[in-house]
């Protein structure tokens, strides 16, 4: 059986064709430029691979290029459509409508698009490839999406509410939602398979860091509180969104640039956090580089993030009443020995103990704390792809 899986942004079409009888890649890539141009890149799970300029105006050319390279030439793996069972799709916003992982109909597309306004980057344009998604597919094949605030979905309102009047959130829907979801279950669910534990037993705080970032504080299986918010602009310094800040300094910084409210949206989701901290790069690798020659605005960024980090996880402690074990996953959670290890050290308060021979590890499922430590602590490798596949083999075998 075959699934396949997209995310879908505003330009472009991530996508990632599996085999579910092994969960091996078949095929992966992108479709990308959409609206500017176009561009398709490629890949089978033998290593044929395509690059090529393309004309995407509309979605609907994208997915119908996505379906020319499954189907024929050079990268072709299946000989038609058919052979695909379902489409899963992520979906990052799904509020308070969406609690689960359902399957897709003209009136679940709607409400998708109805929620655009909660985030704009986002759920248009996934509205927009799902109804690309069902023009070209063959009749009846079944479409599944899978949240990205699902697994945040039963956080307490102790965890979710603000402190701005109660109308704001009966009346727009203002609250904490919370992001990576689909991420932070896929890898506690295999903390957890590794630990020989259940899930509904284990006190976890999982750090999801990359170039968006996330801790989540999952208690008994369940996210009883995550550090993004309203939107995933929250919480932890990032790549190039600046994460919490004192609200009053919003304000006042946009009163100092004369910015409107959506320049100061851009300002703190594209020009801030690391890029605009270090006046660098966004990328951590730079950082880190930038940060070993002494740049000291580099290695703010460094001190930032690993201080954050490692604030959350003692309040995460806090609420959860202990801690069983801290995972690492993403971009920078799975390769960067040098955070792990700077978040994890002067914690022996809480018991945890770093074994920095194991943790010199990039990439890898790896226990990085010794056995005397209290606190289990992994590298997880993350795996949103793979979850969206599984949630949609499950809902269609039902
Ligand atoms: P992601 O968004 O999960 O793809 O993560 C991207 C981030 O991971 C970027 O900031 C990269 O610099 C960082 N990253 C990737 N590989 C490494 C590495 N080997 N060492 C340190 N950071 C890395």
Do not use: W
């Not at 996508?15 to 969960?23: F, G, R, S």
């Not at 996505?66 to 030439?73: A, C, Y």
């Amino acid at each position: 059986m075959k699934i396949l899986v997209v995310n879908a942004g505003s330009s472009s079409l991530k996508y990632q064709l599996l085999n579910m009888e092994n969960e091996e890649v078949i095929a992966k890539g992108n479709c990308d430029r959409i609206g500017i141009g176009g561009h398709v890149s490629a890949k089978t799970g033998d290593g044929r691979a395509l690059e090529a300029d393309c004309d995407f105006p509309t979605h609907t050319e994208a997915f119908e290029k996505l379906v020319e390279v499954l189907t024929t030439g050079e990268t072709k793996v299946i000989d038609s459509m058919a052979e695909i069972s379902a489409v899963g799709h992520r979906i990052v916003q799904g509020a308070e409508v969406f609690k689960e992982t359902c399957l897709v109909t003209d009136e679940v597309i709607d409400k998708i698009d109805s929620l655009a306004e909660l985030a704009p980057v986002h759920n248009h344009p996934h509205a927009l490839a799902l109804r690309a998604c069902k023009k070209v597919l063959p009749e009846g094949t079944p479409q599944a999406v899978v949240f990205d605030t699902a697994f945040h979905s039963n956080m307490p309102r102790k965890a979710y509410l603000f402190g701005l009047p109660y109308e704001d959130y009966e009346n727009y829907a203002v609250r904490k939602y919370g992001f990576h979801g689909t991420s932070h279950r896929f890898v506690s669910a295999e903390l957890a398979k590794v630990l020989g534990k259940d899930l509904k037993d284990l006190k976890i705080v999982s750090c999801h860091l990359g170039n968006g970032s996330s801790i989540t504080a999952v208690k008994d299986g369940i996210s009883v509180d995550t550090s993004m918010g309203f939107t995933p602009l929250d919480g932890l310094v990032m790549g190039t969104r600046c994460g919490a800040v004192d609200p009053s300094a919003i304000t006042f910084v946009m009163k100092k640039h004369g910015f409107t409210p959506d320049e100061m949206t851009d300002y703190m989701n594209k020009k801030s956090g690391f890029l605009g901290v270090s006046g660098i790069s966004s990328d951590n690798r730079d950082i880190q580089a930038a940060a070993d020659k002494g740049n000291e605005r580099a290695q703010a960024v460094s001190e930032l993030l690993t201080y954050q980090i490692k604030k959350y996880i003692g309040s995460y402690a806090a609420a959860m009443n202990g801690v069983d074990a801290i995972l690492f996953t993403g971009g920078i959670g799975e390769n960067s020995p040098e955070v792990r290890a700077a978040v994890l050290s002067d914690m022996d308060f809480l018991g945890i103990e770093l074994d920095a021979a194991a943790n010199n590890v990039r990439g890898k499922l790896t226990k990085i704390s010794t056995d005397a430590s209290k606190v289990a602590c992994y590298v997880v490798p993350t795996n949103e792809e793979l979850l969206i596949a599984r949630d949609t083999l499950a809902l269609i075998s039902k």
